[in-house]
């Protein structure tokens, strides 16, 4: 590939709002005639009503089944044989991020088109051409990518609202990170996931999404305790979901991605969410790049007034040795990782020192005390 060309992936078709559910048959008629819908329990329960009136009103068969828990080769297997049996040409996911990444192995699997329902809004999966694929006892096998993003993602904030807080909030920590990145990434001219250099596009649209989350981050996090639809929870949901998937994977990745893959060694800090733990490592990375002052107070001040973790005790890791730590740091750093997607040169010992200062001024926030 020539040095200079820049490469932009999207879902096909984005569609969020109130009741949306209710107009998904008109979108999934476009792609095929019969659908195999795979989610947990609670994913499939909360789009039933709504799928199955829209399905019946636009000739559309389901076949629903209910997803294994872990995104893994045998699961794979299993739903793309029952997705062959029913002759379906159409995979929808409903649910979280494991029934997501299924449905989009599996669609590529069958060669059938890919529809995306999530009824949380944890992370920027839904819109992403990516799928990891875990072994039977949750441990990575391998990444998977499908060889083009999802026909259809669609997105009923009614039933984003009804879902758990900390769910929106992890997904605010995972779309904090989109600008920072990618801006860290654009200004080494590394390239993205998509393998090419951002668009201009790419990068208004993670910069959007930084700053819808500074304005509307603590009114959407109100409104979803209190299971309200409101017009920050509307932008919110849209950042977490639609700007940061394609402002990452169009626009790049580097420090705070690459410092979860270590932190995912560290037992303590397994059942924290993704997005949570990449709330906290943003921090990291601002404090390993020296960002202005100002930018640093302000998103210490935004993970703190949220929920998202500011210091190593949030996530349970305060008390790890520093040989662990450092372990951590050095799967982080390993050769090729995206951490070196910066523009300055990256040691272990700069990112040990950066996670150690990001702790102690998250300590000082905690405490009442400047930061800068």
Known sequence: MAGNVKVMVAPGRYVQGQGAIFEIGRHVKKLGKKALVIGGKTGLASTREGREKSFAENGISQVEELFGGECSSAE?????????????????????????????????AVNART?????????????????????DDGT???????????????VDTEIIAKAPVRMLVAGMGDALATWLEADAACQSGARNPARG?????AMALARLCFDILMEYG???KIANERQAVTTALEKVVEANILLSGIGFESGGVAAAHSLQDGLNMLEECHDFYHGEKIGFLALVQMVLEGRPKELIQQVYEFNYKVGLPITLADLHIDNISEERLRE??????????????????ITEELVFDAILTADEMGKRIKAGQPIV
């Open 76 to 108: 794979i297997e299993r739903l793309s044989n029952l997705a062959r049996e029913k002759e379906c040409d159409v995979i929808v996911a409903s649910g979280g991020g494991k029934a997501i990444d299924t449905a989009k192995a599996v669609a590529a």
């Open 115 to 135: 529809v995306i329902v999530p009824t949380i809004a944890s992370s920027d999966a839904p819109c992403s051409a990516m799928s990891v694929i875990y072994k």
């Open 140 to 154: 990575i096998e391998r990444f998977f990518i499908p060889p083009t993003n999802p026909d259809l993602v669609l």
């Open 197 to 201: 250099l951002p668009t201009s596009a």
């Open 218 to 220: 603590l009114q959407a």
């Open 328 to 345: 951590a740091v050095a799967v982080s750093c390993k050769p090729k990782a995206i951490i070196y997607n910066h523009a300055f040169p």
